[in-house]
């Protein structure tokens, strides 16, 4: 791809160049950045930045003007700026960011250009900071990276850039670095859903995947179905397809993909609230009626809804902890198996592979957990991602046989998990035991996962930071550039402010 | 006082008006108010407000616009306002909100007028709401109550108003409703700080007591003596001069004072590192040295500088828990005791009126701990405020020696008590046991404490709220208002929403 190309020329111009290219632990440990970047020089100066800090851009939107107004909002947070003249007259001082973007396109998705290129000052106006990108996605990463060089100084009351100038020139090692998110165990007020959102950009995490509905509760509006979220925990425990229209539009100006799930057939018994035929029976209310053409009547109607507001390239179809049990038990539906020749494992192949279908009919191509992988791996659509959550081992049979994989293994990737240390976190590596390169391009990148079942709106950040970005780093900065024991970047990790 | 006058009149008049006037606890149940007003009469309607909602007043200062659109964008913070027409074209509608204040005067201080009527939809024009109030803080209040009468409603999904028409009349029973922050055991960044402030104002709390310093840590900027907050944690966990003067715009902006506090002798060790010769010695560096005329010039000095950022009526100096026994075990502090002819309890009670006579100079009334009542009552300073902390029974005898009292007895209003519940929260009465009326005026109110040796700025709003509020209930509401069992208010405080 030219933009990798481009990085590679970038990286080669900056180790013939006299400054300080960044290589060794020690020299990591002065570099202040969370995720670390691809490439890092820095040098002995300090830069103060002018109290009308600017930025100009050759990029017409005002999705950037916005972005580097939030991220003057945040590096002005905690003290109030008013300068002490006496203590800076002779400093040279940073009046503003110049931004060049390459590319028109604003629109995100899957798999764009995430790279950007800083320099503090910029060599050829030394009174600016220079950034440039391909997209204007990747210049949101590049103004996250400048807003953790400027530091509040106590004696000139003002901003300032330490250890300039600095040349960095990165991108990411995974173009899938996810945060689930569960609606469904517990209600997430629209304003937690952006706080969430706000601190994913800060770690340059890239995509919210919003586990929606759950079998505990339904809380959104799907027009074609509008019994359905009579399933939520009370009424004012809903979105509107306007609320969730808003979360996406929010994650999408901050660069960040919301991949929407369902989760068929064996995490949906808050759907019979409204469509009680949805349940096998009143007594036996899970997985989905397989036997019923209104099943796949409503999911089809879901995700027709969903293609309305959810324009990330995937959706999310669950697949995971089916008991089938009240399949084989309900009259109605056990004659239905016999007369189509289907024992339980086949029924729920049927119903993986019909969803699947489904979405296709849509223009997404899908998620499933493992263990639709585990169970007939090779029936699923090509354009199958594995999510795995099970254990360490099946990212590399699922890249093995040719599908692509994200990797959340619950034993060190899922957030709920108290007990999982940030240091665990740090130390997940999504490519263990995957040496062909062709197969390692099929790990798409990896997932921490907050399941909602104890916590809510009042804990899920405290509960989500810092082991979250101990997971984003890994997903992030080049493998040869990760600390081999995470606890040499304790200190670059509390001081990140990413938590 | 006029406004008392007023509020009778306007009670009278409303009581022989056609609107329920409620009195019942059924009724209450109804009210979603929190805290309860003085007085509330509702109606069988519902108000849609428009889109524009607006607001018109005589009153000429951003500060109060400030208060109506942030007011404005907590009503619309938790669902996208996309009306549908179909839905409302037969509703009457609410354009917006007329604001008449009687006083331009806008200083706030301690006993300022906190009344406020409101009317919704005004008699004379149904399109508005009215809000009228002696000042522009009582009106804050006024729109506190305004923005709990609006409800999204997920068929018109737009704000409405239940239960028009609507006629309030409220002002508080104390007017000292204070919480303590304490950032010296552990350093609240600037942005929580304002947070608390923020949620104080929904429960309209109207005193932030800010213990700034104690031993673990000084953290704020002494112009005066530049050392003194060496006792930081850390460089980066620090207040500027500029940084504190902002709290206090901050919180004026909501109607909130600041009481400053340093906690003299016996909470100062960490004044020492700057100025170790404030330490009886390097071994025993606890309380103040007393036999040092250093140590009342920078009791001065810090005074001298609070009075620049700390405008309340107030200072707090603490004055409780001292032990003394470094000040006999320390040569020249012994000695001294001796050529002054002081026991330690001699010595404690100097020291406390001769900071109370530094703080006086500056023009400040005085709050102490209990301790000093307990110990010297009788020598206080007439300007004293007594703050109570250690349990129950001192405000009868503090008000009974004419003494003003602030109640925050640690059995029930320390939030740092964790298993104190907010039912206990709400029962503890600042009046127990003090029957004679002139004497009650001398409670000017109560304040819940939040120590900070547990918690930081990840968990103070969760272990502040909802407890907080139930004591903000109890110091605003009416007496004959309040529940006699706190389990009756359970649902409303739910839905309050203040937490």
Not at 346 to 367: C, D, K, M, P, T
Not at 410 to 438: G, R, S, V
Not at 461 to 472: K, L, N, S, V
Request: net charge negative; glycine share 6%.
């Amino acid at each position: 791809m030219a933009s990798e190309a481009l990085l590679v020329a970038m990286v080669v111009a900056l180790a013939l160049s006299n400054a300080l290219l960044v290589t060794s632990e020690s020299e990591y440990n002065k570099v202040k950045i969370w995720p670390m970047p691809a490439s890092v020089s820095y040098g002995h100066s300090h830069l103060y930045l002018s109290n009308d800090f600017e930025h100009s851009t050759n990029y017409d939107s005002g999705l950037l003007k916005d972005a580097f107004n939030r991220m003057l909002a945040v590096i002005r947070l905690d003290h109030i700026i008013e300068a002490n003249f006496s203590a800076l007259h002779l400093s040279p001082l940073l009046r503003g960011l110049h931004i060049v973007i390459s590319s028109s396109n604003h629109q995100l998705q899957y798999g764009i250009d995430e790279s950007y290129k800083l320099t503090v000052p910029s060599p050829e106006n030394p009174g600016y900071a220079h950034l440039e990108a391909q997209t204007v996605y990747g210049a949101l990463h590049g103004l996250q990276t400048f807003s953790q060089l400027c530091h509040f100084n106590f004696t000139s009351r003002v901003l300032e850039v330490h250890m300039s100038p600095w040349t960095i020139i990165d991108q990411p090692r995974f173009s899938y670095r996810g945060l689930l998110i569960d609606t469904s165990r517990h209600y997430l007020p629209l304003p937690i859903v952006k706080k969430v959102i706000d601190s994913m950009s800060y770690a340059k995490l890239n995509v919210l995947h919003w586990h929606i509905v759950d079998s505990q509760s339904f809380p959104l509006e799907i027009p074609s179905y509008p019994k359905l979220w009579d399933g939520a925990y009370s009424p004012s425990e809903r979105y509107t397809v306007a609320d969730a229209a808003e979360v996406v539009s929010y994650a999408q100006q901050r660069g960040i993909n919301v991949l929407a799930e369902i989760d068929v057939p064996g995490h949906a018994r808050s759907w019979g609230t409204g469509y009680p035929s949805l349940w096998p029976s009143k007594d036996c209310q899970q997985p989905l009626d397989v036997s019923k053409e209104f099943t796949f009547k409503v999911i089809d109607g879901i995700l027709s809804d969903f293609s309305k507001i959810f324009n990330f390239k995937f959706v999310h179809l669950g697949g995971d902890e089916v008991n089938t049990s009240c399949w084989t038990i309900t009259p109605h539906i056990s004659k239905w198996l016999r007369e189509h020749g289907m024992n339980e494992s086949q029924a729920y192949q049927y119903f993986i592979l019909r969803a699947q279908n489904v979405a296709l009919s849509h223009g997404y191509e899908i998620v499933n957990w493992e263990e639709t992988f585990n169970d007939f791996g090779n029936k699923l659509s090509r354009k199958t991602v594995v999510h795995n959550w099970l254990g360490g081992g099946v990212a590399r049979q699922v890249v093995a046989s040719g599908l692509r994989c994200i990797v959340s293994n619950q034993d060190k990737w899922y957030l709920d998990h108290l007990d999982t240390t940030w240091q665990e976190f740090y130390a997940n590596e999504p490519l263990t035991n995957i040496t062909n390169l062709k197969q390692q391009k099929l790990v798409i990148g990896g997932e921490v996962c907050m399941w909602g079942e104890t916590i809510d709106g009042s804990d899920i950040e405290q509960t989500i930071w810092p082991r979250a970005a101990a997971a984003a780093e890994r997903l992030w900065t080049p493998y040869d550039k990760l600390a081999k024991n995470p606890r040499e970047v304790t200190g670059r990790l509390a001081h990140s402010g990413v938590y």
